[in-house]
Each structure stands twice: as C-alpha cells, then as structure tokens.
C-alpha cells in the first residue's frame, strides 16, 4: 500500500474542513447570503463589564461560535462600565463607584443602542424589566415554537421570578446549582435515615443533631455549611435567611427593622445551632499536625471536614463533583482517609417559601433591548446561544450546567441523584434598583453591616442573649443611620476606624448583608 505524500494529505485535510464549513454556513444562513456584502449587518451586544483586553475571552465564551455560523453577522461588544476607562485614574477614599443600572440604560438608551444586553449580575434584571428597557420573549418563544418544557423549570421559573413574576425576559444557556452532599457510610453508621429532596431547613437541623457524636478530636458532626466545616457564622446566617427577604433598615435607610420576632428567630436557630455543637466552629476542626520526618505530600483536603469524614453533610457547589472524583480517584495516597460513598439532595429551603434558595446562581442572562435597532438578529443571537448546538458544547463544563434538560445529565461514568441540582429556584430581587441606588448614594451603609456582624458575633461568643443583641443593634443602628445621612461617603469619627469589626461587605436586595 502506497503512502501519501504529507503535502497531499494537507491539501485533502483543508478541502475537507472547507467543505464542512461551508455546509454549516450554508444549513444556518439558508445557503448563499453570507457572502452577500450588501446583506451585512452589525450585532451589538451589551454587556456590564469589559474591557479591549477582556474582549477576546467573551468572544471565544459567547460569540466566535455564532459568527461563524452567521457569516453575514459582525459582533461589536460594548461594555457598560469599561475598566480601562478608570483603571489608571487616581483613587480617592471618598470617589463614588459607578452605578451599574445607570451605565447599562446609557448604553441601551444612547443614541446607538446595543441589541442584546448580557447580565453576569442577575439581581439587575428585575430593575431592568421596571425600567421597559427589554423586550419581553414570550411572544417570540411562540412564534418560533420553542419549547421551554425542555429546559430545567427551576431556570425558566427563577427569571420569570426575577423579572416581574409572569413573562419571561431573558434566557441563560447555563447556571451555578448547589445541592446538599451527604455521606452514605456515617449515616449507616450511626442508623439514621438519609436525607431527601426537598428537606426543610428545620427537618435539616433536626437531622444534624442526630447525627453529632462524640468530643473533642473524635467528635463528629452533623452538616457545615462548606465544605471547609467553618465560616464566619454571621455569613451562614445570611445566606440562610435571604429567601425570606428580611430587611436590616426601611426604604429610606433612616430608621431600623431588626428588632422584631423574625429576625429574633433567625438569630436564636443559628445561636442555638453553635450552642448545642450541631455546627463546628474553627476549633472543632483543626487539622492534625504534619509528621515531624522530613517527609510532604501536598493533601488539598486534609482541612475539608466532610472529606475527612468530620462530617456528614455539606452544602457544596456542583464543581464540588470534580473535587470528589479527584479524590477517589487518589485517596489510597492520603493516609487516614477514606474514599467517599456519597450522593446528593437539594439544597433545604423554608416552609413558608418553599424551593427559594440563595444557592443557586443564574448567570449570563441574555435579553433583548426594548430599543434594539437590529431585533431580529438579536433574538436569533439569543436563540442560538440557549440552543441544543451550544448547549451541547457547555455540557462539557465541570462548574456550570446546562439549562436544558437533556444537557443535565450526571458526569460520564458517574451515579448521582441529579434532581438534586435541578429543583430549587433562585431568589427573586425584583427590588434591586431601590437598593442600589441607596448604597450608590450613600457608601458608609455597609457600615450597618459590619455593624451586623459585630453584634450577632456577641451572641454565638456567648456574651448576650439574641434579646439583647437585636436591641443593641436597633439603638446602635438608628444613631448609625443618621450619622450616615449626614455624612453618606466620608469617614465617620469612631466608626471607620474599625469598630465594628474589618469584615468586608456588600448589599443584596433585600438589604442584609453578604460577605465578599
């Protein structure tokens, strides 16, 4: 048999991807049209970061693939704020950030409005659908008879929610879920029945308790919120009460609302939680000394307490999967440890507001401006970015999933309970804009956060009842408010020095805090 020359089988190579090529242009652009000079059009896509120097990524993420499949199509991206605009700028203690909601109506509202508009930041879409600055996709699903049963209803449901409840504005080919991790062999161990989908926190918590045993080195327990075993209680507690959208001060951030029954039974379930052992604090779970011999092997999980077996449940993120395929896969290499027989419910939500929780992320929400100059072009940019070619492809990711149903399937060569991370909806933050604009005009309100924190931190060290804490925080906070009016961005004699504490926070909708 002859061989072929290297050149020949170059030529036959670069033949045969053309043709493949131009086959794909031809099935997606109706054959012909993608070369027409005079069928040329520009799609300007919004999104709310950016930079020239971050461009290149964003078009290998999102929009390499269209354009090649769109040949007629030019893909111009406009960031609303631009970070090489400010990067060089002198920085002064009392310089205000940019409001994002402004920057984002500038470029859909300006004289070249951008056609698609990308959020990274979902907590913005509820402003922007008050603000009529998109084009609700309903009637566009219709026409195109696109199915949305075949995406994960928690995703389509959760940016209806986000939006105003009813229609749907925006579409996100993936998103971040987590689930609840549990550990087969301690359950079994100590006789207690697993967890299941669609636990309460309560039914949680009562479950934890169940399964704490032991003290001091052999103490075991029950769940942590990470897969760490610790964290700074007071973020625990946030990100555990923000489906019920409590609020730390009113509308017009001058008077306190912490002082009543529901925040008193948020702060009395963690307190009691610390105070009966049923969550481990940075004590409980110190990792054992490395061997004095000389002798070091780098063990990633020799601090993460449900890996070592410290602890049999954990909220974990779905990239959480990578970490124990790795570890399986090489546990016979850290000694002391054993491999881990797991599965996974989802995440417990409220009673009162059941399948909310704050540990889902929806990102890279796509919609349309209400002003798009090219509309047409933009719903098939977000058709075709929410579509089975490109769904398929972010299958592959270890962090996200994908939205569509039949893309959510559980990692080759593994078993898990799926539903797990495809159950639960996110927060709805309808009334972001109230809030960001508040914090916009006056920075020194992440102060009452830090002021939070300080005051809950007193009651899980022991050093007041929840009573007392929530009180000291009202009369704390309402003199903090005022000073704040008054002084909205400067430094505040006694205050920024570090009183309350050096955490460093943001606001979320609802106005509690989240630490960053």
């Known amino acids: 048999m002859k061989t072929i020359p290297n050149r020949f089988r170059k030529l036959a190579l670069t033949g045969l991807s053309l043709t493949l090529a131009g086959s794909l242009l031809a099935a997606c652009n109706g054959g012909g049209n993608s070369d027409d000079p005079n069928n040329r059009r520009t799609l300007r896509i919004g999104t709310m970061y950016g930079s020239s120097q971050e461009e290149q990524y964003f078009r290998q993420q999102y929009t390499d693939l269209f354009e090649f499949t769109h040949g007629n199509i030019d893909i111009e991206i406009v960031p609303a704020i631009d970070w090489s605009e400010t990067q060089f700028e002198e920085q002064t203690p009392d310089q205000k950030q940019p409001d994002p909601l402004e920057k984002v109506k500038e ?43 075949e995406y994960v209803p928690a995703v389509i449901e959760g940016i209806k929610e986000m939006g105003d409840g009813q229609n749907l504005y925006a579409l996100a080919p993936t998103y971040s879920p987590s689930a609840l991790f549990y550990n087969k062999k301690l359950f079994s161990k100590l006789g207690v029945e697993v967890p299941t989908n669609g636990m309460t926190w309560d039914d949680l918590f009562n479950l934890a308790r169940r399964l704490k045993t032991g003290s001091g080195k052999d103490a075991t327990f029950g769940f942590t919120f990470n897969q760490w075993g610790y964290s700074d209680g007071y973020y625990d507690m946030v990100n555990y009460a923000a489906p019920l959208q409590l609020r730390m001060f009113d509308d017009k951030a001058e008077t306190m609302t912490v002082n009543t029954p529901q925040w008193e039974a948020v702060w009395t379930t963690f307190a009691n939680l610390y105070k009966d052992k049923v969550l481990p604090t940075r004590e409980d779970l110190q990792p054992d000394p490395q061997p004095d011999d000389g002798k070091y092997r780098y063990n990633p999980y020799q601090e993460q307490a449900f890996f070592k077996g410290k602890v049999a449940m954990v909220i974990g993120s779905y990239s959480m999967i990578n970490d124990i395929e790795l570890f399986n896969k090489n546990v016979d ?91 639960v909806r996110p927060v709805p933050q309808r009334n972001n804009a109230t809030w960001s604009k508040l914090y916009q005009e006056r920075p020194n309100l992440s102060l009452i956060d830090q002021l939070a924190a300080t005051e809950f931190n007193k009651v899980i060290n022991g050093e007041m009842s929840v009573k007392e804490a929530l009180a000291e925080f009202e009369t704390k906070g309402n003199d903090l408010l005022q000073k704040i009016k008054l002084n909205p961005n400067g430094p505040i004699e006694g205050v920024n020095d570090g009183v309350y504490g050096a955490k460093e926070l943001t606001h979320s909708a609802s106005g509690m805090a989240i630490l960053d």
């Open 107 to 149: 470029i859909m509202t300006g004289p070249n409005p951008v056609d698609v508009m990308i959020l990274n930041d979902s907590s913005m879409l509820g402003s922007m659908v008050q603000e009529n600055l998109l084009k609700p996709l309903d009637p566009l699903v219709k026409e195109d008879k696109i199915d949305l049963n």
């Open 333 to 423: 290499k850290f000694e002391g440890m054993e491999a881990l027989d797991w599965d996974v419910v989802s995440v417990p939500t409220f009673a009162e507001n059941p399948g909310v929780s704050n540990y889902i992320y929806i990102s890279t929400l796509a919609g349309i401006n209400a002003q798009a100059q090219n509309p047409d072009d933009a719903w098939e940019f977000v058709k075709f970015m929410n579509g089975k070619e490109w769904g398929k492809l972010r299958a592959r990711s270890s962090y996200e999933l994908p939205s569509l149903i039949e893309f959510a399937k559980p990692k080759e060569g593994m078993s898990y309970n799926m539903e797990a991370f495809t159950s």
